[in-house]
């Protein structure tokens, strides 16, 4: 018989999911270690590293990318700014996945931590990046921002998580934005 470790490696994500779910439900302790890993693995979500690799991503924008985009199209006309936002779009993408997962699986902490990481990124990328980039997308990290502000209140945050966020957002960020919270 193969080694499982070495049957595990060629499965798909997909195959994985199912294994996992067919596992769970067939005995009542292992569905509960599921889980308890599960969100073992989920739980930690440091602000610093989710800003950084947020500001990463933004980073990594080129110009070219948006010349390349921009212009005219079989529909129409894309202008140089919205070819910007919707890279910027695209690179925020994930985040907020994992910023709904956080919500759906009722883990508030994390994703405030979630929502404070990202602000934290836009904030770093207005303020700290010398990207070309930048350029074509001058108000792309305010309005990110609050479409970030937005899905977090979608997973409705306490009040006590929405004057956290205001306090982060004053305390960290300066204030930045935070008339549109």
Same mark, same amino acid.
């Given at each position: 018989?193969?080694? $499982?470790?070495? +049957?595990?490696? /060629?499965?798909?994500?997909?195959?994985?999911?199912?294994?996992? /779910?067919?596992?769970?439900?067939?005995?009542?302790?292992?569905?509960?270690?599921?889980?308890?890993?599960?969100?073992?693995?989920?739980? *930690?979500?440091?602000?610093?590293?989710?800003?950084?690799?947020?500001?990463?991503?933004?980073?990594?924008?080129?110009?070219?990318?948006?010349?390349?985009?921009?212009?005219?199209?079989?529909?129409?006309?894309?202008? *140089?700014?919205?070819?910007?936002?919707? !890279? $910027?779009?695209?690179?925020?993408?994930?985040? !907020?996945?994992?910023?709904?997962?956080? /919500?759906? !699986?009722?883990?508030?902490?994390?994703?405030?931590?979630?929502?404070?990481?990202?602000?934290?990124?836009?904030?770093?990328?207005?303020?700290?990046?010398?990207?070309?980039?930048?350029?074509?997308?001058?108000?792309? *990290? +305010?309005?990110?921002?609050?479409? $970030? $502000?937005?899905?977090?209140?979608?997973?409705? *945050?306490?009040?006590?998580?929405?004057?956290? !966020?205001?306090?982060?957002?004053?305390?960290?960020?300066?204030?930045?934005?935070?008339?549109?919270?």
């Amino acid at each position: 018989m193969k080694e $499982v470790h070495q +049957i595990i490696e /060629q499965l798909s994500p997909a195959d994985a999911k199912s294994i996992l /779910q067919a596992l769970a439900a067939s005995d009542e302790t292992l569905a509960a270690r599921i889980t308890a890993m599960a969100l073992a693995r989920l739980r *930690p979500v440091d602000v610093e590293e989710v800003a950084a690799a947020l500001y990463d991503e933004l980073e990594a924008l080129e110009v070219e990318e948006v010349w390349d985009r921009a212009g005219r199209t079989r529909h129409g006309y894309v202008e *140089p700014s919205e070819a910007a936002d919707q !890279l $910027v779009k695209a690179a925020l993408a994930p985040f !907020l996945q994992d910023l709904a997962r956080y /919500q759906t !699986l009722g883990l508030r902490a994390e994703a405030n931590r979630m929502c404070e990481g990202l602000l934290l990124g836009f904030y770093q990328f207005q303020h700290e990046s010398t990207s070309k980039f930048k350029n074509w997308a001058p108000d792309a *990290p +305010i309005i990110f921002a609050e479409a $970030v $502000v937005d899905a977090w209140k979608a997973g409705s *945050p306490t009040k006590s998580d929405i004057k956290a !966020l205001k306090a982060f957002v004053t305390a960290e960020l300066g204030g930045w934005g935070a008339n549109r919270l």
